[in-house]
DNA sequence: CCATAGTTGTACTAAATAGTACAATGTTTG
DNA sequence: CAAACATTGTACTATTTAGTACAACTATGG
């Protein structure tokens, strides 16, 4: 095994792009090959079948989300950061001009039952995501900052689907309002878990 | 213009069974031909192309809906019709091995930059749903059961994303215990808006 | 230098795809 | 009945699709 060239990761990135943009089945491989500038040879080679590609991409995927590369971020701190979370891909899809939803929801969506290996990677992403939430909401609780019949996971779990749920609308509506009321409303509840904390 | 065959209803009722299992773009004519046990010549004849199809389709969704044939609900009178809606959309999943998420949301999402017709059917689509939320909490606002600074038309938006994102989630993970806690806290949300009435 | 592994270009195939052509049915109604 | 129209069956085409075959190139290490 040698280091791996320049070629294999344009690929992914252009496939990426595309699966993102337009969904995995929308995307043929030769719209890949277009984009990335590489030949059909590099693609047998580096991926073998279309599959071959959705993995490579959602690993790369995986790893950009996990290492912070992306534009979202997990690394959730404050209260603050949680309000942000949201905000960010709110300004994410204003960026693109609301054409396109979360990367994973979009590539999951459009897996189907024949694809159980893909998915299951596509859960273990969605589970980590999960659980870096949750772990920020525990940590509050645990800290008193956060009424204790408040339930971490399901808070996270709430969270993620407004998120999901939001930027598939926004997408859908080209406009951001739905998203932008349902994040508000969502801020507003968690506030409302919160407790004040006597002093610093 | 003559009353209309079986074979068209045939045609889009097997369409939007596999737009909605499998998405838009992995569902091919033939497919929709062979499930309807019709034929190419109908087809070109009813819908002439893909997108007459799609278009048939979403028409033909929404009719159901607005109805009330379908699964889900939108005649919200009552403070338990909105923990009902959510659950109807739990519930279904349910009933079909969580592999499905919300129609709307499928083929929304599988829509294209060149099909700017259909997405405004669906968008019209979602602004009938989003205003059937909204004018329940606004009636309840009306009839001083909600407080005074909860927003409508916000919560309405609120709703219509975790109902969206959860369905999404439930079909990706093959489980819908992330929906269910979701629901569960928007739940909660909505009930600490309410105001208690004094007497029956 | 040369052997080997890694990489790339060109050409190809078999299947699936959307859409068309057109003749042959029915079915309604004046 | 017969004209008009609605419906259907069969056959076809041009394009796109995923994937393969194979030869040629490049780099590198012994």
Redesign the interface.
């Known amino acids: 095994m040698t280091a791996k060239p320049d070629t294999r990761t344009r690929m992914i990135e252009a496939a990426l792009d595309l699966f993102h943009r337009?969904?995995v089945?929308?995307t043929s491989i030769d719209e890949v090959l277009e984009l990335s500038h590489t030949g059909k040879s590099q693609f047998s080679h580096y991926f073998k079948t279309k599959d071959g590609l959705i993995h490579a991409s959602l690993e790369y995927l995986s790893k950009m989300v996990r290492s912070g590369e992306s534009d979202s971020s997990y690394e959730i701190k404050t209260w603050e950061d949680i309000e942000g979370w949201f905000q960010k891909y709110i300004d994410y899809q204003r960026a693109v001009n609301f054409?396109r939803?979360c990367p994973?929801?979009?590539i999951?969506?459009?897996l189907?039952?024949d694809q159980p290996m893909l998915?299951m990677e596509?859960?273990l992403f969605?589970e980590w995501a999960?659980g870096k939430l949750a772990r920020f909401f525990a940590e509050r609780q645990a800290a008193g900052e956060l009424a204790l019949q408040a339930?971490p996971?399901?808070?996270a779990?709430?969270c993620?689907?407004?998120?999901?749920?939001?930027m598939?609308?926004t997408?859908?509506?080209?406009d951001s309002?739905?998203?932008e009321?349902?994040a508000?409303?969502?801020n507003?509840?968690i506030k409302?878990l919160r407790v004040a904390v006597p002093h610093a």
Chains 1, 2 share one sequence.
Not at 160 to 166: E, H, L, P, T
Not at 171 to 174: D, E, P, T
């Open positions: 337009q969904g089945n929308a054409e939803s994973l929801g979009t999951g969506n459009d189907g039952n998915r596509v859960r969605l999960r339930q996971e399901a808070l779990d709430f993620f689907a407004i998120m999901q749920g939001g598939l609308l997408k859908m509506k080209r309002d739905m998203f009321n349902a508000a409303q969502a507003a509840y409302s």
